[in-house]
């Protein structure tokens, strides 16, 4: 017997761990969406037994969590993508990492931000020299722009969210998490400053796990030169592992700054952003010093 067979038929916690109920499944889907899409990659990665992999790899297609696409005929070689229905475990692995670096890496409180050697810090400057995953976003339009175009520099700054006035925007408490104000004047300042990116060769991206409408309300208002993107289902912050959290029912990013070169490589980190505003100076100085 199958251990998803002894599981709760009406519950669909059980339901879903029968298919999960492996750590080494969920570290599986964790690499797949952060872009380690082969067996090789995968293996030396995880440092999990070629058998072992073979095995949750098999269950995870035959589960329809993750599907096999081609990319060599002789050997057969295939790269391993999330589906749709793998795309839904997005959240629960977000919710996974900010329940661990909270109560298990943290004392416990809320906050929007960390302290600079913490192993959130570590994490997100150990994206240095990494390609970003093939991510698509929303913009305020609802329209998607690709992330990994290339073609450019890009200035990607991730905040934890920013309302036009007089709409349904900070929940109650907001100003008393650390970290969390500051979203208007970070992307006020990054508008003043558009026009310096644009000569120095960088154009800018400003990221929030807000709905796309509310992102067009935003930058409407605050008359914005630059698109804002939605990662409302998650992909950039599993994608990346990126430092969240939960406030007003939504999970939110803490706020950072990532500067990708046109291959789509990330070339410098800042983190945690404790100056909103100064930061924006501070990466118009680091995208100068790369185009050097």
């Not at 990221?207 to 939605?230: C, H, I, K, M, N």
């Amino acid at each position: 017997m199958r251990r998803e067979d002894l599981a709760d038929a009406d519950c669909g916690i059980a339901q879903a761990l029968g298919v999960l109920g492996d750590w080494w499944t969920f570290l599986i889907v964790r690499d797949v969406a952060g872009g380690t899409t082969r067996f090789d990659a995968m293996q030396r990665e995880l440092g999990v037994s070629r058998r072992a992999l073979t095995e949750r790899l098999a269950a995870l297609v035959e589960h329809g969590v993750l599907e096999r696409r081609p990319y060599s005929r002789h050997p057969p070689r295939f790269d391993y993508l999330l589906t749709a229905k793998g795309e839904g475990l997005l959240p629960v692995l977000i919710a996974l990492q900010d329940w661990g670096t909270r109560h298990l890496m943290g004392d416990g409180e809320l906050t929007a931000t960390a302290d600079a050697d913490s192993a959130e810090a570590r994490r997100v400057h150990d994206l240095i020299g990494r390609r970003l995953p093939e991510i698509v976003l929303p913009g305020p339009d609802g329209q998607p722009v690709a992330l990994t175009d290339g073609g450019a520099w890009s200035v990607l700054y991730l905040f934890p969210g920013a309302y036009a006035p007089g709409t349904q925007g900070y929940p109650p408490g907001w100003a008393d998490i650390p970290g969390a104000r500051g979203c208007t004047l970070e992307s006020t300042t990054y508008a003043d400053r558009y026009a310096d990116f644009q000569t120095s060769g960088a154009r800018v991206w400003g990221v929030s796990t807000q709905r796309p409408d509310q992102l067009g309300e935003f930058a409407a208002y605050a008359e914005l030169p630059f698109p804002l993107l939605s990662d409302q289902d998650g992909r950039l912050a599993a994608g990346l592992l990126l430092p969240t959290f939960r406030a007003g029912g939504i999970t939110r990013f803490k706020r950072l700054t990532l500067l990708v070169d046109p291959t789509t490589v990330v070339r410098a980190v800042q983190f945690p952003v404790t100056d909103p505003a100064g930061s924006v100076d501070e990466m118009l100085t680091l995208v100068r010093e790369h185009q050097l």
